[in-house]
């Protein structure tokens, strides 16, 4: 017994010299980058995922974007200089920058784009483990139509409660109101009629369906918006209307106004809202 004993004291001995002075490493997940994946079968539903370095299934949360173009056009591509903007701050987040197809010449109206939309949130779930993220921990930004889509998402399709928190870039709120008081109704309604297929006038309950204002209840999810006092595509009074009906439901919402801006902005602005969003998304997607 004693022999067994001093072999096994040695062993230790040995091994512990052996080892002396190695640093165990911890391997960091490195970040990846990945173009154009593939959500669906249809050509359009395509999505960029930018994966941060370190990340995990725990504490790594989801960030979607959604792109503007009056619903008929438009390109994930406009957000990348945001993305570049953004990644460094945010790095406790998975970005995901979505296409979804387009409304043109009566193919792929409402509400083909909301399915695209659940349709690319429920893939990014199913790769959750794959991605190292949580996908259950969502955070929705749209420019202009994009917007309008993902305020539609995080109102009223939002029926698990994956999606914590939007960020609204001069979205469209009110497409009845849209139609019938747009400053410029020749530009405007045909617009809407080639997204929707029709006027409020023929069919009122799909334009309230469509309209993001009024799925507002008190348990919507935290709202930022932003948007120009000068911007005549979609007038300022859109948000307005969002923002007070939100403060009448008790739900959490800031507004930033640019003055002097119009449909979108550059410069220090467009920084401020980078900085902003950063804050508000951090804060609020928990």
């Known amino acids: ?44 539903q395509k999505m960029d995922v930018y994966l941060p370095a370190g990340r995990t299934s725990t504490t790594t949360k989801v960030l979607v974007f959604i792109h503007g173009g009056s619903w008929s056009s438009g390109d994930k ?46 893939f990014v779930k199913s790769k959750g483990t794959d991605y190292k993220v949580d996908a259950n921990k969502v955070g929705l930004i749209g420019a202009s139509a994009g917007a309008h889509l993902a305020l539609l998402q995080a109102y009223k399709f939002n029926t698990d409660g994956r999606i914590k928190a939007v ?24 617009v809407l ?8 006038t023929v069919n009122t309950a799909l334009y ?10 008190t348990q919507s999810v935290p709202t930022q918006i932003f948007h120009g006092n000068l911007d005549i595509v979609n007038p300022i009074g859109q948000s307005l209307a969002l923002k007070a009906k939100l403060q009448a439901s008790n739900v959490k919402v800031e507004m930033i106004t640019y003055t002097g ?26």
């Open 1 to 44: 017994m004693n022999r067994i004993v001093a072999l096994v004291f040695l062993f230790t001995i040995a091994f512990s010299s052996c080892n002396k002075g190695v640093d165990v490493v911890t391997e960091t997940v490195p970040a990846l980058n990945i173009k154009d994946v593939a959500y669906g079968p249809d050509a359009a």
């Open 77 to 122: 591509n406009e957000f990348d200089e945001g993305i570049t903007a953004i990644l460094p701050k945010l790095t406790n987040f998975a970005l995901v920058n979505i296409n979804y197809r387009l409304a043109n010449s009566g193919a792929n109206r409402f509400p083909t784009q909301m399915t695209d939309i659940q349709s690319a949130l429920d």
């Open 167 to 190: 960020v609204d870039l001069f979205g469209p709120t009110d497409l009845n109101d849209l139609y019938f008081n747009h400053p410029f109704p020749t530009v405007s309604q045909p």
């Open 193 to 200: 009629v080639n997204f929707l297929g029709t006027t409020p």
């Open 208 to 217: 309230q369906q469509a309209s993001p204002i009024n799925f507002i209840t």
């Open 261 to 286: 801006e119009g449909h979108g902005w550059i410069g220090s602005n467009l920084l401020d809202t980078y900085n902003k969003a950063v804050t508000f998304i951090v804060q609020n997607v928990q």
